[in-house]
Nanobody
Framework: QVQLVESGGGSVQAGGSLRLSCAAS????????MGWFRQAPGKERERIAV???????LYADSVKGRFTISRDNAKNTLYLQMNGLKPEDTAMYYC?????????????????WGQGTQVTVSS
């Protein structure tokens, strides 16, 4: 059974930083496709970063240059380093995984999801 458990969310002032973690069990973080999504109240879930097995990373324009996705294969954990946070980054952040290549995983069509961790950025 695959489990993804996010942690690291919290409240921070604008300009601050947070690092989210996603610990995976029953799934190898070095295989398939993993990514981070976020969903603000009243908005659709937005894909913000994905990481291929090759290490290739893709970012949404809204976070490019501020957020960095990475993984630690030994710890089977995915990370999202968030710098220069803005109030519009306030959302529930979700980790997602799929055993398929990222090439085959479009939009939100990931098989496995975490429960989410809240990030709140105040101005």
């Amino acid at each position: 059974q695959v489990q993804l458990v996010e942690s690291g969310g919290g409240s921070v002032q604008a300009g601050g930083s947070l690092r989210l973690s996603c610990a995976a069990s029953g799934y190898s973080a070095s295989s398939g496709c993993m990514g981070w999504f976020r969903q603000a109240p009243g908005k659709e879930r937005e894909r913000i970063a994905v990481m291929y097995t090759s290490g290739t990373t893709l970012y949404a324009d809204s976070v490019k240059g501020r957020f960095t996705i990475s993984r630690d294969n030994a710890k089977n954990t995915l990370y999202l380093q968030m710098n220069g946070l803005k109030p519009e980054d306030t959302a529930m952040y979700y980790c997602a995984a799929d055993r398929r290549s990222c090439v085959l995983v479009r939009g939100r069509m990931f098989t496995y999801w975490g429960q989410g961790t809240q990030v709140t950025v105040s101005s």
